[in-house]
Each structure stands twice: as C-alpha cells, then as structure tokens.
C-alpha cells in the first residue's frame, strides 16, 4: 500500500471517532496495554507532559513545545484532531512523521493489531510513542484524546501534568456535570506528578484538589497566579502580553481566549524552570513567538487573507464560543458574514445564543458522517435569529461569502474542527 491507501485503510477498518463518533469511543485501556506490551513500552524511554481539559488543549500543548523546541530540545508532540493530513497529530520539532513510516508500521504491524480490533486513537497513539522512541525524543508532549482517566494517553508517568478547563463537552462519556467531567479529566493526576490547573470554578476545584492531596502531587491553580497582568490584539493577528514575572511577550497565536492558554502556559513555565529544565528565560519569550512556525499549529483565530478579512477557528463548544462570539463583534467591518456548522455531540442550542445576530450567515455542513447537516443547522440559528442561506459543502458557502463580499468586509469561517478541516483542506 502507498500513503494514500494506508490511511483509507486506517480510516475504513479501525472506528475513528473524528469520522464516526461515539462508536469509535472504547471504554478501558485493556487494547491500549497490548498495544503497548507488543512495542516494548516506549513511551517509558523519553520524559513526557500530559495535556488534558476541555478547551486550549492543542494551544498550550503546541506553546509548551515550542518553549521546549526554543530551549533546544529534540520535542515529540502528538495531539488530535488532525486538520489537513493524517501525520499532523505525530510531530518531532514541528515535522510530520513521515509517509513511510505510517506505511511501514501499518505494514509490519496489521497481523498483530488486526485481531485486537483497536480504535483509531489507541492505534495512533502506539504509532505515536513507537516513532517517539525510535527517534530518541528529550521530551513529548502528549495531548489527551478524550476524558483522562481511560484515555489510551493515560499510560503514561509524565514529569508534569496540565489540565486546562473544564466545559461542558463529551457528555455521554463523561458525565453531566462539571464535577463528573472534572473527575474524569482529574484522572491524569499522578502520584507525586506537579498538576497545574488552568481553570476552575466552584464545582471543579474541590475535585481537582482532593485528587491531588490522594496522589500527593503539588497542585498550581494557574488563575490564583494570575501570570498574565494584561493580554491586547495585536494588527497582525497575535497577541502581546504584559506579565507579572517575564516581563512582555508576543504571542503569535491570535483570539482573545489565549490569555487564559497563556496564563496556564507561563505557570507550567515556572514549574519546568523550577525542574531545571527551562533554563534560559528568553526562550519563553522566543517560543511563544512562533509556535505556528515551529510546531505547525493551524485554526487558532488564523487570518487566511485580508481585504475581505478572512478569519477561521476550530472553536466547537460553548466554552470556545464564550469568548469567539465576543471577539466577532469587536471586529471593525462594513458587513460581517458567517461560514458555520456543527457537529452532532454538540450543544448547538446554546451555542446559537452566542453567535452574532447582525451577520449573514452561510451555514453548511463537513464532510463527516458526524455533520449536522446544513438545512438543520438553518433551522436552529432561525430560531435564534440567525438568517442565510444553506450550502452542501464548505467550498460553496465560503465562495459565496466571497462572492458577496467587499473589501471591508469580515468573513468568518468555523463552528466545528471538520469546518475548518474542509476550508484548509480546499484552500490548499
């Protein structure tokens, strides 16, 4: 099999949650340990941080990174869902695992894994951990798939822990309270493992503190730190911050939520100082500069053009949407136009309610099976005011806004990962 064939392969014979959903999810690590037997353990053989929450996972997971990449590390990281291309979630110092090593492990490995059966992410995530290790990695970070505590990931004995925030998401797996989706994220909390928290609430913190007293892992609450003094917009799409303790720092990746990924980050930052292994502070700064350029990172309030202004973002839930939707309306335009969708799992009721109402919309559907599709997405905006046309595919609705479009417009593209997904898939 060539690349092409081994990834319709992988997509067509192991469940994928990013194509099918709550069928691809498998309770219980029992595949993941004869994963894991079968390669000789290699995720024992390099230093890992683990990344769980509900929001900002993939954004502190590619800052940590490239902190680490600026400190001059050789730095594995592996994160889901993909965008474009299938080896975006398998990445050493921002490089795409190769075709052919996907080939050949797929190749050498079917005898052995085809009777287990294994999702897709159990299956990607040994891949992952085998590339890792035969590449002699310093460091990986490794961003969980889903939940925690049963996460194929959650074999592993990180140096740090980091559990973002907690939102409603995922319900059917994790429960349906903040409490209940804290307990299972809090799962990743390991005996004698630093935790830095970097969200809580009323309902999430006790979790995550009697969690830790039973591990005995120190416990940070990044918000108690309160590292980020200020967080302004930059032109460029980026952000500059002033801080309580590294002074001022840019950060390339754009959106007003990533004041709280920031705040998170700079907190692991003490701890990976106080562990010795950030050593210079300048490389704080140099990394949180150009993580889309030394990790690959894509969709995070990314500017596609100007003139209309162009703007995607994989936010997907109401936690994303609480700051997406404000941020919308700041934007300076004659006429704001709307490519939106959703997805099945998702609470598309209460995120209506965020999203602008002056715009026009253009809403579509993805190319999964998960898509709710575009006249269904209609009718829940028209019932919170939301008005525009339907489209069969991301490529119609963002040419049409295109189309309809002046210089001084603003165009807005997202709802859903998949939507985006479709939109860089198209544009190349």
Same mark, same amino acid.
């Given at each position: ?11 067509? *014979? ?16 029992? /595949? ?17 941080? +683990?990344?769980?929450? !509900? $929001? ?33 979630? #398998?990445?050493? $110092? ?20 085809? &009777?287990? +059966? ?35 990931? /959650? ?9 973002? $925030?907690?939102?409603?998401? +995922? ?13 299972? %994220?809090?799962?990743? #909390?390991?005996?004698?493992? &630093? ?15 009697? %969690? ?30 002033? !801080? ?18 920031? /705040? ?27 993580? !889309? *350029? ?113 210089? *001084? ?7 859903? *990962? ?11």
């Amino acid at each position: 099999m060539n690349y092409e064939e081994t990834i319709e392969y992988l997509y067509n *014979s192991v469940p994928m949650f990013q194509k099918v959903g709550a069928t691809a999810y498998k309770e219980g690590l029992d /595949n993941t340990y004869e994963l894991d037997k079968h390669f000789n353990h290699p995720h024992t053989s390099f230093k890992t941080i +683990h990344i769980a929450g !509900t $929001n900002g996972k993939g954004s502190c997971s590619h800052s940590i990174a490239a902190v680490l990449q600026a400190e001059g590390y050789k730095v594995g990281l592996y994160t889901s869902p993909h965008l474009v291309d299938f080896r975006e979630r #398998i990445r050493i $110092n921002g490089k795409c695992i190769s075709k052919e090593y996907v080939v050949d492990f797929v190749e050498k490995e079917r005898n052995f894994f085809e &009777p287990l +059966h294994p999702s897709f992410f159990e299956l990607t995530t040994a891949l992952a951990f085998k590339y890792f290790a035969e590449e002699k990695v310093d460091y990986a970070i490794i961003e969980v798939g889903l939940g925690g505590r049963l996460d194929c990931t /959650n074999i592993i004995s990180p140096i740090l822990s980091v559990i973002t $925030n907690i939102s409603f998401d +995922h319900t059917q797996f994790l429960g349906d309270t903040l409490a209940k989706i804290a307990s299972e %994220k809090a799962g990743i #909390i390991k005996k004698g493992t &630093p935790i830095i928290i970097g969200e809580y609430c009323s309902e999430t913190r006790p979790v995550f503190s009697a %969690k830790a007293k039973e591990e005995n892992a120190p416990i940070c609450f990044a918000e108690d730190c309160k590292e980020i003094i200020s967080a302004t917009p930059d032109s460029k799409g980026g952000m500059d911050y002033k !801080t309580k303790d590294f002074g001022n720092i840019h950060g390339d990746l754009g959106g007003i939520y990533q004041g709280k990924n920031t /705040n998170t980050v700079l907190c692991a930052m003490k701890q990976l100082i106080h562990m010795g292994i950030i050593k210079d502070k300048a490389n704080i700064s140099k990394g949180l500069a150009m993580v !889309t *350029s030394s990790t690959g990172l894509r969709g995070r309030w990314e500017t596609i053009r100007t003139a209309p202004t162009v703007i995607c973002d994989t936010g997907h839930n109401v936690g994303g949407w609480q700051y997406l939707g404000k941020q919308i309306l700041k934007q300076p335009c004659k006429q704001l136009r709307m490519v939106f969708g959703m997805v099945d799992d998702k609470d598309i009721d209460t995120v209506c309610k965020l999203l602008p109402k002056d715009a026009i919309y253009y809403f579509t559907q993805a190319t999964t099976h998960r898509a709710i599709p575009a006249e269904k997405v209609k009718e829940e905006g028209c019932l919170h005011g939301l008005h525009g046309q339907t489209f069969s595919s991301v490529k119609d609705a963002y040419e049409k806004a295109l189309e309809d479009a002046d210089e *001084s417009d603003f165009i807005f593209v997202g709802g859903s *990962s998949y939507i985006v997904a479709d939109f860089l898939t198209w544009i190349g």
